[in-house]
């Protein structure tokens, strides 16, 4: 089994849709979770950090599920803008690990 | 005010050769990484170093040699490139290496390396 794993998508779904992406992870003992977007050609810039208790952020909603090891992001009302690779990291004490990321692709 | 950069943005060079990539943060982090995104997106992290001290090798060819100057600055040197070392490599800085939600990651704009 894979560190952390996620589905690659692509996903494409009209402006305005709601759409949730999950992320998996085998560490049992990680200690905490982010949530990055990647637009083509650029660098993975934080979305956001996912809480234990889970957290919004506009039309952003991530939850963690530590009971059954994976974290989900959840977007709303999506935009144009939203079209972008959306990437898991699973973080311990001195080690960091990306997942391979999940295509969003919202057409008009 | 870029918080973390890198030089050059585009490397286009030969099998055999030698070459750096630098990078620097501005942020005040003690913890800086290397990471190397191939043709398949995947980001896969090479090195960490934390205060200067390396603290994260994964198992990456020893052609790869990086160099800590001081905890502000990260270079990478690769020796005798290979054609599969062509890839996007980032650079990105954190506060620490604790594995708390402070700790996270802000990256360069990235090197997109050719070797021909």
């Known amino acids: 089994r894979k560190e952390v794993e996620q589905d690659p998508g692509p996903f494409n779904v009209p402006e305005g849709a709601t759409v949730a992406f999950n992320c998996t992870y085998s560490?049992?003992?990680?200690?905490?979770f982010f949530w990055y977007r990647q637009d083509c050609r650029k660098e993975p810039k934080l979305l956001m950090s996912v809480y234990s208790s889970g957290n919004e952020d506009g039309r952003f909603t991530a939850q963690l599920n530590r009971a059954s090891q994976y974290i989900s992001l959840l977007i709303r009302d999506s935009k144009l803008s939203d079209s972008a690779t959306y990437l898991c990291v699973v973080r311990g004490y001195q080690k960091v690990t990306f997942g391979t990321g999940t295509k969003l692709q919202v057409i008009p | 005010d870029t918080a973390v950069s890198q030089t050059p943005k585009y490397l286009v060079t030969q099998m055999g050769n030698d070459k750096s990539i630098k990078c620097e943060q501005n942020?005040?982090?003690?913890?800086m990484y290397w990471y190397k995104q191939d043709s398949k997106k995947f980001l896969k992290i090479m090195f960490s170093y934390n205060n200067k001290e390396l603290i994260i090798n994964e198992t990456v060819p020893n052609r790869f040699s990086p160099k800590s100057p001081d905890k502000a600055h990260l270079n990478l040197h690769i020796n005798s490139l290979e054609l599969g070392d062509s890839a996007v490599y980032f650079c990105a800085s954190s506060l620490g290496v604790g594995g708390g939600l402070f700790y996270e990651q802000y990256f360069g704009p990235g090197t997109r390396l050719t070797v021909t």
């Open positions: 560490n049992s003992a990680s200690q905490s």
């Open positions: 942020l005040g982090h003690d913890t």
